[in-house]
């Protein structure tokens, strides 16, 4: 069974910089395509990110294109975000998702089999 342990969340001024992490297990990624979405209170599930694995390709949201970056390591089987120029409109539980049959709708959640469980991001201004 594919597990997905997100890590790196917390709490960061407006500006500033963090990197999530998605660790996967269960599964052989090289034909998946993994994601990144958010969920801010009050609002619903948005896209943020998405890499096809195998070839490397990425795609952004308009919100954070310039300022995050996704990458995997297919050594350690874990997907980054790294997220630079932090603002308060980031806030919200990211979640890592996976999606095994590497759909042409990278955008919507529900071509994605595999969640993880969340991890909270807090930008304070």
């Known amino acids: 069974q594919v597990q997905l342990v997100e890590s790196g969340g917390g709490l960061v001024q407006a500006g500033g910089s963090l990197r999530l992490s998605c660790a996967a297990s269960?599964?052989?990624?090289?034909?998946?395509?993994m994601a990144w979405f958010r969920q801010a209170p009050g609002k619903e599930r948005e896209f943020v990110a998405a890499i096809r694995w195998s070839r490397n390709i990425r795609y952004y949201a308009d919100s954070v294109r310039g300022r995050f970056t996704i990458s995997r390591d297919s050594a350690k089987n874990t997907v980054y975000l790294q997220m630079n120029s932090l603002k308060p409109e980031d806030t919200a539980v990211y979640s890592c998702a996976a999606d095994p049959y590497s759909a042409m709708s990278y955008l919507s959640s529900r071509e994605y089999a595999y969640w993880g469980q969340g991890t909270q991001v807090t930008v304070s201004s």
């Open positions: 269960g599964g052989t990624f090289s034909t998946y395509t």
